[in-house]
């Protein structure tokens, strides 16, 4: 379950990350297998790569080195890690100045009523779920947090969108698909009860499939990762909506 490079060069890398992997550590003592584990055992450097306000003992951030921005544990696809300070901070720059461009594969239960459109919604983080509920009894501090989405492909029961979040807030995109309804299949955190995850497909179908960003050099690069086996292999046994 290692993760794959896609695209290399001297000051940052993109790797394709499988499910089941966390992006890094939930904290100093989590043991678990992580993208930030197989960076340090293969790049030692990337150590000292980080956000300076984090540096202990040498190390930029312990548990975040080169890592400018993360997929959740069950999202698989593409990662740009930084190699150096330099791409860090110029990684950062594009995120915090919404230049990176991010585009999902996400199938969702259910049918859209609109096949295109904006989600506008700020979200707040309620314990450890992020919410779209920021007010009533407990008021959250609200951040922006804006997905675009259009309708590919509907089946009998699910439909697949390509989602492209404008802003990076944690969980955003499945927090916003079940806000308008339509979670992301097999979602344990925000689906619900009564959403079934088909077993043949046992995992969140959620793919980060297309990165656009500039590098440090100035080059414009556009990757692509293509889903892996078990999601494609899913969307090739559903049958389609019928027209």
């Not at 980060?208 to 892996?228: I, M, N, R, V, Y």
Request: glycine fraction near 6%.
């Amino acid at each position: 379950m290692s993760p794959r490079i896609v695209y290399e060069d001297p000051e940052l890398l993109v790797i394709n990350k499988p499910a089941g992997l966390l992006t890094h550590p939930k904290h100093s003592s989590d043991q678990s297998p992580s993208v930030v584990g197989w960076l340090l055992e293969k790049y030692p450097s990337i150590a000292k790569v980080g956000d300076p306000e984090k540096l202990r003992n040498g190390a930029r951030d312990p548990l975040r080195p080169g890592i400018v921005h993360r997929l959740d544990k069950e999202t698989s696809g593409l990662l740009i890690i930084a190699k150096t300070q330099m791409a860090f901070d110029h990684l950062k720059k594009q995120f915090q100045e919404r230049k990176i461009k991010k585009t999902y594969l996400a199938l969702v239960y259910g049918k859209l009523k609109n096949k295109s459109g904006v989600i506008d919604a700020p979200l707040g983080k309620l314990g450890i779920r992020q919410s779209t509920k920021i007010h009533g009894k407990k008021e959250l501090a609200e951040k922006e947090a804006i997905t675009e989405y259009q309708v590919i492909t509907e089946y009998q029961d699910y439909s697949l969108l390509e989602v492209k979040p404008q802003t990076g807030r944690t969980n955003q995109i499945r927090v916003h698909l079940k806000a308008i309804g339509h979670p992301v299949v097999c979602d344990p955190v925000y689906a619900g009860r009564k959403a079934v995850c088909p077993p043949e497909l046992g995992r969140l179908f959620l793919h980060a499939q297309k990165l656009s960003f500039t590098t440090p050099t100035g080059q414009a690069l556009t990757l692509e990762a293509d889903p892996p086996p078990e999601l494609e292999n899913f969307l090739r046994g559903l049958p389609k909506a019928n027209i």
